[in-house]
Nanobody, 121 residues
């Protein structure tokens, strides 16, 4: 089976930084796109950033210039470096990856358990 495990959330003051990590493990054949989503209370989940296997990247307008997504294919891990954090960045952040399990023919989307990021003074 395949699972995604996130780490790195927490409480940070406005203007501070945090780095989130998400490691995929299990019976992995191929990892395609990876990304980070967030959901704040009372709001819909939104895409924060995504990175393709080949390295092409997309960011939500609200985080451009402040957040950086990267991946280490050798470690099956995706990172989100968040800087200049604002209170409106407060949300549960979840990683997503499109993975082909070696037991199956087609890839599927997998989700991490989510990690809370709170930006507050």
């Amino acid at each position: 089976q395949v699972q995604l495990v996130e780490s790195g959330g927490g409480l940070v003051q406005p203007g501070g930084s945090l780095r989130l990590s998400c490691a995929a493990s299990g019976t992995i054949a191929t990892i395609n796109g990876m990304g980070w989503y967030r959901q704040a209370p009372g709001k819909q989940r939104e895409l924060v950033a995504s990175i393709a296997r080949g390295g092409s990247i997309n960011y939500a307008d609200s985080v451009k210039g402040r957040f950086t997504i990267s991946r280490d294919n050798a470690k099956n891990t995706v990172y989100l470096q968040m800087s200049s954090l604002k209170p409106e960045d407060t949300a549960v952040y979840s990683c997503n990856a499109n993975i082909r399990d070696s037991r199956f023919y087609f890839p599927h989307d997998y989700w991490g358990q989510g990690t809370q990021v709170t930006v507050s003074s």
